[in-house]
């Protein structure tokens, strides 16, 4: 695992950003795993920037999104199809028809799930996926549990989850109590990992992943069996 360090969230971004468009650059029709949350927001910024003024382009790519919230349509405002949107696919030139993000209200999730895992491995999992870390560890929405789950599948989200993401709805009742994620081997299977996270609490969570055992209880210990993971770090 690399690690970087930095003072602000800002430096953080534009570092992360420059991973991501390394890809983009050297594979233009890659594809791309994409994360939500507070943590990417600044490094999509960085990459609406580049397209903007350095012609970095997104025409070619492919991107699969982590996770979505079940029972949320695409048009809900706390989606992560929404949030996608918001952050990233309006602002470039991707092909929407490109987009994937696990379809919150499909009628049978577990099928949802299945068609998610059928269609990565037929991309051949992703050149780059980026990752946030969650309070309790959990990547994607891959919480602390007893084993790790390798296949796309519905999880019940953890407390300190649901806690954490209330910031984002009205008020805790209004956040899902479930979501699809992506499973560990979806995520193990990209190419390259590039995690992104803020703050001593994040960092405490880091270390503890990357120097404890592989454990399902701290879900992002996995990520110690990759052989290309870069963690981007920032202090604020
Ligand atoms: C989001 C996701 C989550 C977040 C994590 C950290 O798609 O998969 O694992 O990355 O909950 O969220 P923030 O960055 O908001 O602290």
Known sequence: ??????????????????A?????????????????GSSPVG?????????????LSFARCTTVNLD?????????????????EKHLFSRVDVRRDATFVPDGTAADPAAECAAYD????RLGGTDLQLLGIGPDGHVGFNEPDDVFTPQTHVVDLAPSTIEANSRFFASETDVPRKAITMGMKGILLARKIVLVASGAAKRAKIDAAFSGPVTPRLPASILQLHRDVTVFWSET
């Open 1 to 18: 695992m690399e690690f970087h360090a930095f003072k602000s969230f800002g430096e953080m971004s534009a570092a992360a950003a420059l």
């Open 68 to 84: 979505e919230y079940l029972g949320l349509a695409g048009t809900h405002p706390q989606s992560y199809r929404f949030f996608m």
């Open 43 to 55: 490094t999509y910024d960085e990459l609406v920037r580049m397209h903007h003024e350095e012609g």
């Open 20 to 36: 991501v468009a390394g890809t983009l650059r050297e594979k233009p029709d890659c594809v791309l795993g994409l994360a939500t």
């Open 118 to 121: 059928a269609r990565l491995a």
